[in-house]
């Protein structure tokens, strides 16, 4: 046999095999968000709660025994992550001859991130179960920061935009997912992240250098296996 059509036909067997053990997974997912803020002189009126957010992605895993057993995940996501904040009116200090008094002061933190996941997983039949690290690209960071204002007894809503150029562009977390294979094309996921890099990271000496910031996320939604 002619030695070139001998290497086409051990190519195309190799890609073959390897096309078999290929599993490719578009998601769409809902979720929150939550900034945990924790050290010695962290503020302690400072009051966070889960925003709403969103993740799209697609996913490629690879499994190394007829999709059962052990197998490696990766991928590539977009996301959007909200977090909201509450703080207490003593958080802030006015003048006492100030000519306007604010009150009920809220911040809702948003980003969009693309984020790649380095998992490994174990799957028997419909249930699988992954864990590993994600690597974040913050591409964008920005509040909206609203409060109520008294200004000479006359009382105004005051909302106001602004976008971060300090934000820390490159994050880290764990990532744990639980997903269950309805059937052959749709399957439901719950995925966690816990951060593990310092979210106001280049803020922090202008703020308070001695606590740290950590974002997390939780989603639950659809893959659709292609």
């Known amino acids: ?10 190519c195309t067997l190799f890609f073959n095999t390897i096309r078999a053990q290929m599993e490719y997974g578009i998601d769409l997912l809902g979720g929150a968000g939550l900034v945990d803020i924790e050290g010695a002189n962290a503020p302690q009126n400072f009051k966070e709660r889960l925003g709403l957010s969103g993740s799209a992605g697609f996913s490629v895993s690879y499994f190394s025994k007829k999709h059962i057993g052990l197998y490696a995940s990766t ?39 693309f984020s790649v996941p380095m998992v490994v997983g174990y799957r028997s039949n419909r249930f699988s179960l992954e864990t590993g690290l994600e ?46 294979k309805l059937s052959s094309k749709i399957g439901v996921r719950l995925k966690i992240n816990v951060g593990l890099s310092d979210y106001f990271k280049l803020e922090r000496p202008t703020l308070n250098p001695d606590y740290k910031s950590t974002l997390h996320s939780a989603f639950l939604g659809l893959r659709y296996y292609l």
């Not at 046999?1 to 051990?10: A, Q, W």
């Not at 904040?85 to 948003?110: G, H, K, M, Q, Y």
């Open 1 to 10: 046999m002619n030695i070139r059509y001998l290497l086409i036909l051990v």
């Open 75 to 113: 991928g590539l996501n977009i996301s959007y992550i909200s977090a909201n904040f509450n703080f207490e009116d003593s958080d802030f200090i006015f003048l006492a001859d100030a000519p306007f008094v604010a009150s009920n002061i809220r911040s809702t933190t948003s980003n969009i991130v």
């Open 135 to 180: 690597t974040f690209y913050n591409s964008y960071q920005g509040s909206r920061n609203r409060w109520d204002e008294t200004f000479q007894d006359l009382e105004i809503k005051v909302s106001e935009r602004t976008e971060n150029e300090l934000r820390n562009d490159f994050l880290l977390s764990t990532s744990t997912q639980f997903a269950y």
